[in-house]
């Protein structure tokens, strides 16, 4: 459920300096380029249940240097690994330095860590950042949610998230999940978000690159990015007005559209967007907006031909 950094300096570097976004759960916690050091899987094709909330949130089993497991959001929209304070307390962590993080309403100083190893089912990857902030918005929805694990550790791997069979399947770097079905499109890993081009009139230049997001329910687009006119009342049908909740529970009150937006040769109907405002002064990511995989019963990420396939609902 997140934006992305904008540091420019290497993803593999420990710098206390570098600026973090950071989104939580509904729809806006942003967070910092992570970086995932050494990759080694003990099976090369590792399947573990998913339990969702609310029908769109998966959630699974997570083990940190050896502790755990630990229920972890999965959220290809964080570009960071997230985990609450009393997690790293009780993990014992030690603080390599201090971050920014940066939702829509504010920004605080967050420690970060490098934790030895992270392992989801048989798949492991080592040296992981991980960064410690409060998850309340989260804990509203499941006390038992631990963190968030972010495509810092995901897109080290190939992996399907599949959300009619409540699986997610990782694959070593060498491996390629078989992907049946649906639209094969490239995906474009800025800091490790992974954006995917969707085209609708209503986007200015005709398309849009959104950040595939498996911690929201609705497309979400940035005001600016719609084409002039588009996002005055009469493009309104139904419920013309929503709200986008970041991790400290302030609201952002949004405008909410239907348009057709279409991803390579799949036409999607009458989908309902919210249009975010853009708020002064605040800074903001270079995607126009947020992709929720959980339009598609599955999203099956190939990391060796940087592609997504995605099956529509």
């Given amino acids: 459920m997140a934006f992305s950094s904008q540091s420019g300096k290497d993803p593999s570097s420990k710098s206390p300096s570098l600026r973090t976004w950071t989104r939580s759960l509904a729809l806006i916690l942003l967070g910092l380029v992570a970086c995932p050091l050494v990759n080694g899987a003990a099976s090369p094709h590792s399947s573990v249940p998913v339990r969702m909330l609310r029908g769109f949130l998966p959630v699974v089993s997570v083990s940190i240097n050896g502790g755990g497991p630990f229920d972890f959001l999965v959220d290809t929209g964080t570009n960071t690994t997230l985990v609450e304070p009393a997690l790293a307390t009780e993990l014992g962590l030690v603080p390599a330095d201090r971050l920014w993080i940066t939702t829509l309403t504010g920004s605080e100083v967050v420690p970060r860590y490098f934790v030895d190893e992270m392992r989801v089912g048989e798949a492991k990857l080592a040296d992981v950042e991980l960064l410690a902030a409060g998850l309340d918005e989260l804990h509203r929805v499941d006390k038992k949610i631990r963190g968030i694990l972010g495509t810092n550790f995901l897109t080290a791997f190939s992996f399907r998230l599949d959300y009619e069979h409540h699986r997610l399947e990782l694959f070593v770097s060498d491996d390629r999940p078989e992907a049946t079905g649906g639209v094969r499109v490239p995906v474009e ?5 992974m954006l995917i081009t969707v085209e609708s009139k209503a986007a200015r230049g005709g398309a849009w690159k959104l950040a595939l997001d498996s911690g929201v329910a609705q497309l979400v687009v940035f005001e600016d990015r719609f084409a002039p006119g588009f996002t005055q009342d009469g493009n ?13 529970f302030r609201a952002v009150e949004a405008a909410q559209r239907t348009m057709d937006i279409a991803i390579g040769k799949t ?21 126009d907006g947020l992709l929720p995989a959980a339009l598609f019963s599955a999203i099956v990420f190939d990391r060796v031909d940087k592609s997504v396939v995605l099956n529509p609902r």
């Fill in 236 to 248: 309104c049908t139904g419920v013309c007005a929503t709200a986008v909740h970041t991790n400290s």
């Fill in 189 to 193: 890993l800025s800091e490790r978000r």
């Fill in 267 to 287: 036409l999607l109907r009458d989908r309902s967007v919210a249009v975010m405002p853009v708020e002064p002064g605040v800074e903001r990511p270079p995607e």
